[in-house]
C-alpha cells in the first residue's frame, strides 16, 4: 500500500515539493556558511520524493547549533517550504482519495520548518518489529 500511495505522491505533489528544496539546497550551497543547510535541504527533498514507509525522529543529541540553525533556516526557507506543504495538503484533502496524501503532507511541516537535529528512517528502524530485547525469552 505505501509503494501505490508514494506512487501517488510522486505525481501530484512529490516531485514539486522535492525541487523547492533542491532549489533550497542549492543556494545554501552556493553560500558557502550554509551548506550543513544545503545537506538538510537535499536530504528532505529525498523524503519529499517517497515519504510514506519512512518518519522523522528528532536527534536527542541535538544542541545549541542546530537550534539557532533552525532559527536561520525558518527565515530563509522554513516558512515558504511549510507554506507549500501547507498548500499541497489543502489541495489534496479536497477529495476523498487525495485525504491520506493531505495528512502526509501537512506531517512534513514540522520538518520543513525545523530540519537541523531531525533524522529520517524507515518506519522498520523506528519501529521495529517484535518485542524490545530486555522482554525477548532467553533460550
Known amino acids: 500500500m505505501k509503494t501505490v500511495l508514494n506512487v501517488i505522491w510522486l505525481l501530484l505533489c512529490g516531485v514539486w515539493m522535492a525541487i523547492g528544496y533542491v532549489v533550497a539546497g542549492i543556494i545554501c550551497c552556493i553560500l558557502i556558511i550554509?551548506?550543513?543547510?544545503?545537506?538538510?535541504?537535499?536530504?528532505?527533498?529525498?523524503?519529499?520524493?517517497?515519504?510514506?514507509?519512512?518518519?522523522?525522529?528528532?536527534?536527542?543529541?541535538?544542541g545549541a547549533m542546530s537550534l539557532i540553525g533552525n532559527i536561520i533556516w525558518l527565515v530563509v526557507a522554513g516558512i515558504w517550504l511549510a507554506i507549500g506543504h501547507i498548500?499541497?495538503?489543502?489541495?489534496?484533502?479536497?477529495?476523498?482519495?487525495?485525504?491520506?496524501?493531505?495528512?502526509?503532507?501537512?506531517?512534513?511541516?514540522?520538518?520543513?520548518?525545523?530540519?537541523?537535529?531531525?533524522?529520517?528512517?524507515?518506519?522498520?528502524?523506528?519501529?521495529?518489529?517484535?518485542?524490545?530485547?530486555?522482554?525477548?525469552?532467553?533460550y
Open 34 to 62: 550554509t551548506i550543513p543547510f544545503g545537506i538538510a535541504s537535499f536530504r528532505m527533498a529525498n523524503y519529499a520524493l517517497w515519504p510514506f514507509g519512512r518518519s522523522v525522529v528528532r536527534k536527542p543529541t541535538a
Open 87 to 138: 498548500a499541497t495538503g489543502i489541495a489534496m484533502c479536497l477529495t476523498i482519495i487525495g485525504i491520506p496524501l493531505g495528512i502526509a503532507s501537512f506531517k512534513m511541516v514540522p520538518v520543513s520548518l525545523l530540519p537541523l537535529g531531525a533524522k529520517i528512517v524507515s518506519k522498520d528502524e523506528y519501529m521495529p518489529a517484535g518485542p524490545p530485547p530486555a522482554q525477548r525469552p532467553a
